[in-house]
Nanobody
Framework: QVQLVESGGGLVQAGGSLRLSCAAS????????MGWFRQAPGKEREFVAA????????NYASSVKGRFTISRDNAKNTVALQMNSLKPEDTAVYYC????????????????WGQGTQVTVSS
C-alpha cells in the first residue's frame, strides 16, 4: 500500500520560511517523479514544484520560482519543499504526489497523493 505523508506545515508571518517534508512508503521511490501541489479555499489544486527521479531535473510554478526549492533524498524516501519569503497568497493546503512517469506539472499525471498539510501565511 502506497503512502505519502506530509509534514511541516503551520502558521508563519509573511516573509518567513517553512520546510515541508513528504515521507513515501510502499513504492520504489527512486523510480518516481515527485511533485508538490497546493489548494487554497475556493480554488483548484495547482502545481507548485516537481522533481525528477534522480533529482537532477526540477520545475517550478512561476509564482514560487526563486522562493521555493524542491529536493529529494532517495536513500530516505523523502521529498522536501523549502519555502522562503512566504506571502499571504501562499496560504493553502500543500499536497505531495508521486508520478510513475516523467516530471510533470499536470495533476492527472500523478498516481498517488498525500493527505495534505496546511500552510497559513499571515500578513
Amino acid at each position: 500500500q502506497v503512502q505519502l505523508v506530509e509534514s511541516g506545515g503551520g502558521l508563519v508571518q509573511a516573509g518567513g520560511s517553512l520546510r515541508l517534508s513528504c515521507a513515501a512508503s510502499g513504492l520504489t521511490f527512486s523510480t518516481y517523479a515527485m511533485g508538490w501541489f497546493r489548494q487554497a479555499p475556493g480554488k483548484e489544486r495547482e502545481f507548485v514544484a516537481a522533481i525528477g527521479w534522480s533529482g537532477r531535473n526540477t520545475n517550478y510554478a512561476s509564482s514560487v520560482k526563486g522562493r521555493f526549492t524542491i529536493s529529494r533524498d532517495n536513500a530516505k524516501n523523502t521529498v522536501a519543499l523549502q519555502m522562503n519569503s512566504l506571502k499571504p497568497e501562499d496560504t493553502a493546503v500543500y499536497y505531495c504526489a508521486a508520478s510513475s512517469g516523467f516530471i510533470s506539472i499536470t495533476r492527472r499525471e500523478y498516481d498517488y497523493w498525500g493527505q495534505g498539510t496546511q500552510v497559513t501565511v499571515s500578513s
